[in-house]
T-cell receptor, first 113, second 116 residues
């Protein structure tokens, strides 16, 4: 079935460092891909999405490119801030019946001042 | 901007008690969902609901769980007899359409359920 695998955390970076959080997926066809963010004590917010191969989603300085050939959707940011400290989830809509979103395990990011 | 709301934000209950978690989806959305996140773990799908019936449910969603849309605005998750392992954050979500790839789901802030 469809699945998402993302790098384990936690990831600890200093402010202004470069961030990469890896995400790969297994799916039938070419679904949309999402990154959700969960700030401490809060719910899930959609950070960015890409709906087809080679699309680049971007928001708040974060980017991710839908790579069909490597089945990847890695999240990047050129210069992280303390306020980016959160848990990041890679996700895709299931295409194997029903209407649900499949989430990766989440990667916790700590950014130090 | 419209948003999904959930009440209460935190519910503490004793093992064996019934709890009802409430959600108000975005008003023009047609598909509704519940997810669960045990502390520190991944977000897991529980159930989807459309046209007043369950579209899909996971193996987690056993006979202890039920969902209902009692009126035009609320969407509820009931756990009949809570267990310790039901302690988790429960997220409600809604979407304007279901199954279509490009439609993301909009999540509420969650209800933290603590079973003692």
């Amino acid at each position: 079935g469809d699945s998402v695998t993302q790098m384990e955390g936690p990831v600890t970076l200093s402010e202004e460092a470069f961030l990469t959080i890896n995400c790969t997926y297994t799916a039938t066809g070419y679904p949309s891909l999402f990154w959700y963010v969960q700030y401490p004590g809060e719910g899930l917010q959609l950070l960015l999405k890409a709906t087809k191969a080679d699309d680049k989603g971007s928001n708040k300085g974060f980017e991710a490119t839908y790579r069909k050939e490597t089945t990847s959707f890695h999240l990047e940011k050129g210069s992280v801030q303390v306020s980016d400290s959160a848990v990041y989830f890679c996700a895709l809509p299931s295409r194997t019946g029903g209407f649900k979103t499949i989430f990766g395990a989440g990667t916790r990011l700590f950014v130090k001042a | 901007e419209p948003e999904v709301t959930q009440t209460p934000s935190h519910q503490v209950t004793q093992m064996g008690q019934e709890v009802i978690l409430r959600c108000v989806p975005i008003s023009n959305h047609l598909y509704f969902y519940w997810y669960r996140q045990i502390l520190g773990q991944k977000v897991e799908f529980l159930v989807s609901f459309y046209n007043n019936e369950i579209s899909e449910k996971s193996e987690i969603f056993d006979d202890q769980f039920s969902v209902e849309r009692p009126d035009g605005s609320n969407f509820t998750l009931k756990i009949r007899s809570t267990k310790l392992e039901d302690s988790a954050m429960y997220f409600c979500a809604s979407s304007p359409l279901g199954g279509a790839d490009s439609y993301e789901q909009y999540f509420g802030p969650g209800t933290r359920l603590t079973v003692t």
